[in-house]
T-cell receptor, first 112, second 109 residues
C-alpha cells in the first residue's frame, strides 16, 4: 500500500541553524501539508500546498518557514533559523481530491 | 481558527469494555476524520465521514457524523490492549484540517 515517507526520522540542530525536512507524498496525490506537534499536544496545521503554490498557511508559518516541491516527488519544509520552540514532531500529509489525507511517520526535530 | 473540543481527555478501561469519545465544534465541517496515533509515530486514519448523519464502521470501530455537522462520535467495542494510543478527531473545511486535542486511551488486560 502506498504511503507517505519522511526523512530524517530525527534531526538535531543548534539554535539559529537552518534545517530542511523532507517528505515524499503518495505519488498520485495533489495536495500536500505540513503539520507540527509539540510533545504532548495536538497536531497543528502549518501549511497546505497545491499546484506548486501555498494555498493556506497558519499563523505559526511565519517568514522563517518555507516549502518547496523541487521535483515531481519531494516536498520540503525549511526552517531558516531554528529556535528552541521549534522543537517538535513535524508531519507531512497528502491527499488526492477527497478530503481524506494520509500522514507520514514524522520527523522529530530537536533544537539545542 | 476553528476550535475542536474533544472529550474525554483520557480514559482507563478494562479489556473487553466499550469506549466512546466525541468531538464538538462551534463551526460546521464538511468532513470529519478520526485518527489514532501511537507514541513517536504519525497519525493513522481510522475512519472518514463525508455526510451529515453518516454512520460508518471499520471493524470494532464505529463513527458518526453529527446531524448538525458540528460534532462527531467514535465508539470502540470490545477493547483490546492494542487499542492503546491517542485518538484524534479532525474536521475539514476550505483546504484546512483542524485537530482535536486527543483522547488518550489506556486498556488494562
Amino acid at each position: 500500500e502506498p504511503e507517505v515517507t519522511q526523512t530524517p526520522s530525527h534531526q538535531v540542530t543548534q539554535m539559529g541553524q537552518e534545517v530542511i525536512l523532507r517528505c515524499v507524498p503518495i505519488s498520485n496525490h495533489l495536495y500536500f501539508y505540513w503539520y507540527r506537534q509539540i510533545l504532548g499536544q495536538k497536531v497543528e496545521f502549518l501549511v497546505s500546498f497545491y499546484n506548486n503554490e501555498i494555498s493556506e498557511k497558519s499563523e505559526i508559518f511565519d517568514d522563517q518557514f518555507s516549502v518547496e516541491r523541487p521535483d515531481g516527488s519531494n516536498f520540503t519544509l525549511k526552517i531558516r533559523s531554528t529556535k528552541l520552540e521549534d522543537s517538535a514532531m513535524y508531519f507531512c500529509a497528502s491527499r488526492v481530491h477527497t478530503d481524506t489525507q494520509y500522514f507520514g511517520p514524522g520527523t522529530r526535530l530537536t533544537v539545542l | 481558527g476553528q476550535q475542536l473540543n474533544q472529550s474525554p481527555q483520557s480514559m482507563f478501561i478494562q479489556e473487553g469494555e466499550d469506549v466512546s469519545m466525541n468531538c464538538t465544534s462551534s463551526s460546521i465541517f464538511n468532513t470529519w476524520l478520526w485518527y489514532k496515533q501511537d507514541p513517536g509515530e504519525g497519525p493513522v486514519l481510522l475512519i472518514a465521514l463525508y455526510k451529515a448523519g453518516e454512520l460508518t464502521s471499520n471493524g470494532r470501530l464505529t463513527a458518526q457524523f453529527g446531524i448538525t455537522r458540528k460534532d462527531s462520535f467514535l465508539n470502540i467495542s470490545a477493547s483490546i490492549p492494542s487499542d492503546v494510543g491517542i485518538y484524534f478527531c479532525a474536521g475539514y473545511n476550505f483546504n484546512k484540517f483542524y485537530f482535536g486535542s486527543g483522547t488518550k486511551l489506556n486498556v488494562k488486560p
